[in-house]
Structure formats: C-alpha cells, structure tokens
C-alpha cells in the first residue's frame, strides 16, 4: 500500500507538471497571437495611423497603440544593395516599444551609409509578413545578416540574445543598443574592420538620446569608442567529421584558441561547418574551393621565417599537394600578430 501512494503521488505530480507545461505553452500562443493581430491592424494606411495618434485620449504616459513613427527611416531601405551588414527590422511600427529600436538603426544607416543596408517594414504590411514568412518567424525580429541570434563581448563578457519580440524590459531576450554591439562585430568580420571614430561619435550619441528617452540608461561601452581594430582575424570553414582533415582543423583550432586566450584583443575566431548554408556562403566569399582557415582574409600566406620568405596554404582540396600542419597555422597567426620572425 505504502508504494502504491507513493507511486500515485509521482503521477500527480507528472501530471501537474505536465499541466503547467501546457498552460505556458497555451499563454505563449496567445501572446503571438495577439501580437501577430495587432501588427496586422497596426499601420494599414499613414492617414489612419495619424488620425488614431490626433484623437486618441490623453492617458498621462506613453502609449503603445498611439505611436506614429513619422520620420524615422523616411524610406524602407537604406544604403547600398551590396553591402555586406544587412539589417532587415519587421516590427508592428506603431507600437512605442520599438520605436528606440528603429531610431537606433536609423542612427545606423546614417553613420555606415556604404557598409551597411538596413531595411524596415511594419510587421502587417506584405512586405513584412513575407520576410517574416521567409525566414520561419511569425513575431517581431530584427534580423542582421538573416540572424535573429548573436553572441558577442558587452562588458568583456560573452553575451547570447535573440533580437525577437519586446526589447528592454526585464523579460525581453535584447536591448535595443545590443544592436550597435552586434553590427559593429559583423562589420569586422564582412570588412575586417568595425566602427571607426567618427562613426562610433554618430552612434552613441543616437543611442543615448534614444534610450534615454525611454527612460533607459545607455550601455556603458556603446558610448564609447570602439574597440581597436583586430590585428588578427581567422574564419574556419570547419570540413565534416568524416573527413580525413578534420583532426588536423580541429588540433588547429586549438592552436588558435590558445594564442586568441593570450591576445583576447587582438585576435578574433569565427567557426564555420563548411557543410552548412552559411560556411558555403562563406567558402564562396573568400574564394576557396574547399575547407579551410582564412587568416586576415586570406589563405595562401607569403611571410618571412627565419629571414627567409615561405608561402604557407592553410586550405585543402584535391589540388592541393602540400598540406599544412598546426604548427604552420601557429606560424602564420604569429606573423601577422608580431611581424617578422
């Protein structure tokens, strides 16, 4: 009897966890779904936007539904087709929480006008539901490079966000200045160079006085300047498991973690798996025909050793007749990190 109540009090157990599990899932839906509908309403025409905004009753505060982003961005798209840090918003415009968002990439697009195109749609027009559609998500994203999630340095600590849904409220999975943080790191990896000077100056005065304005206190560091510019930057397009090289990239990533543990400033490391949608991106990029390790954008390294010049190739493919070791990456990365040797 006495294990019989005790295994009937696992089962009730089990089944209120299972009950709770499915009434949060239940809450979740619900909150999309709303969300989903008033994006839908929200801005279906600038003149009702504006009329809602005119005649909407004084409440003493800020309003989420009263909110007329008139001025912010002027056109959809802005900068170059070919730029290599797209920043894709869709957002129910209407909606005062996102309004420090779209000003901050406004601030954006002003600061990099060559390197960066940032485009926003509201989240109920065609062009919104369709982007939004595309890329499998259904709630409001910030999307940078076709990615809604990052991890970078805020701090000197590592950070992981998902730039989805609400930003700035203790629930919320980002800030709306991480975004500054996360271009400024893709900026570095599309042209081995983030924000220079003048442009960090445009930023973090633009995110100031936007968060400000929310009653948000900036990110200490994004109203700095930036960070020096890496000496070394490495991409590894990281070859399948199965592979008969994928021992020796894999003892040459730890070679390489190592020497960026020593030089945390002055060494960046991206892994790519070459298999993936993004490392193909990538591979055709640099221009290389198979795995590889790409070190200050380049693969074939002619540098001095010992007074004399080498050329080192840190790829490999059919062509390849010589293939090169952890102790050549280790050469390499310490060239570029400390000149001749």
């Known amino acids: ?7 009937l009090a ?19 839906r619900r909150q999309e779904a709303k969300e989903w509908e008033r994006a839908r309403q929200a801005m279906q025409s600038g003149e009702q936007a504006k009329e809602t905004h005119e005649h909407a009753p004084s409440q003493g505060g800020k309003s989420e539904e009263h909110w007329t982003p008139a001025g912010l961005l002027g056109t959809p798209v802005r900068g170059p087709a070919d730029a290599k840090v797209r920043i894709l918003a869709v957002v129910p415009m209407g909606v005062e929480c996102h309004r420090v968002t779209l000003q901050i990439l406004e601030a954006l697009a002003k600061a990099e006008p060559n390197r960066i195109r940032v ?17 499998g998500q259904h709630c409001a994203t910030i999307f940078v490079n076709d990615r809604c999630e990052f ?24 800030r709306s200045d991480d975004l500054v943080f996360i271009v400024d790191q893709e900026l570095q990896q599309a042209y081995g160079k983030g924000f220079g000077q003048k442009a960090w100056q445009t930023v973090s005065e633009a995110v100031s006085k936007a968060m400000k304005s929310a009653g948000l206190e900036p990110a200490v560091s994004s109203v700095t300047p930036g960070p020096k510019k890496p000496r070394l930057t490495v991409e590894v397009l990281l070859p399948h498991e199965q592979a008969p090289v994928y021992t020796l990239f894999q003892e040459s990533l730890k070679v390489l973690e190592k020497i960026r543990a020593k030089y945390p400033e002055d060494v960046t490391v991206q892994v790519y798996r070459l298999l993936t949608t ?30 004399k010049k080498r050329l080192i190739r840190t790829e490999y493919h059919g062509g ?20 001749k040797r």
């Open 119 to 135: 485009e926003t749609y509201d989240m109920g027009s065609p062009q919104g539901m369709q982007s939004l559609q595309a890329r």
């Open 320 to 339: 390849i007749d010589y293939l090169f070791t952890p102790r050549d990456v280790e050469t390499v990365a310490l060239y570029y990190l400390k000149g």
């Open 151 to 174: 991890t970078f340095l805020k701090d000197g600590k590592k950070r992981t966000i998902v730039t989805q849904r609400k930003p700035n409220e203790p629930m919320s999975t980002y």
């Open 10 to 28: 696992i089962l009730v157990g089990l089944a209120a966890v299972y009950g709770l599990s499915r009434l949060s899932q239940s809450i979740q």
């Open 1 to 7: 009897m006495r294990q019989a109540g005790v295994a």
């Open 278 to 307: 993004e490392g193909q991106a990538r591979r055709q990029q640099w221009g290389i025909k198979g795995p590889g390790i790409v070190m200050n954008g380049k693969v074939a390294h002619e540098i001095l050793v010992g007074g």
